[in-house]
Nanobody, 119 residues
Framework: QVQLVESGGGLVQAGDSLRLSCTAS????????VGWFRQAPGEEREFVGY????????YYRTSVKGRFTISRDNARNMVLLQMSSLKTEDTAVYYC????????????WGQGTQVTVSS
């Protein structure tokens, strides 16, 4: 079992930066893929990006490419989502999730952290 806890959300202005953290406990992340998702009010949850823990490779949705960066901190069993040039449409609850491997479904989910971007 892996427990995930997100932190770092808040209220920022458009153009600002914000860094979210996803801390894993219970087991060390090894072959896992950790993804970030978000859900805006009245919208379905959407994929933001992922990082493959063992290779460090990343992938992003088009709308955040070049603005968001996902990285990992092996020592702290943590995944970071650095967001810059934030837009009002980035407002959402952000969730991190983990899959046992890249070919498996995300089965571990955090509780989410709110990001609000004002104009």
């Amino acid at each position: 079992q892996v427990q995930l806890v997100e932190s770092g959300g808040g209220l920022v202005q458009a153009g600002d930066s914000l860094r979210l953290s996803c801390t894993a406990s219970g087991r060390a992340l090894t072959t896992h893929t950790v993804g970030w998702f978000r859900q805006a009010p009245g919208e379905e949850r959407e994929f933001v990006g992922y990082i493959r823990w063992n290779t460090g490779s990343t992938y992003y949705r088009t709308s955040v490419k070049g603005r968001f960066t996902i990285s990992r901190d092996n020592a702290r069993n943590m995944v970071l989502l650095q967001m810059s040039s934030l837009k009002t449409e980035d407002t959402a609850v952000y969730y991190c999730a983990a899959a046992e491997s890249h070919d498996e479904q995300y089965v571990y989910w955090g509780q989410g952290t709110q990001v609000t971007v004002s104009s």
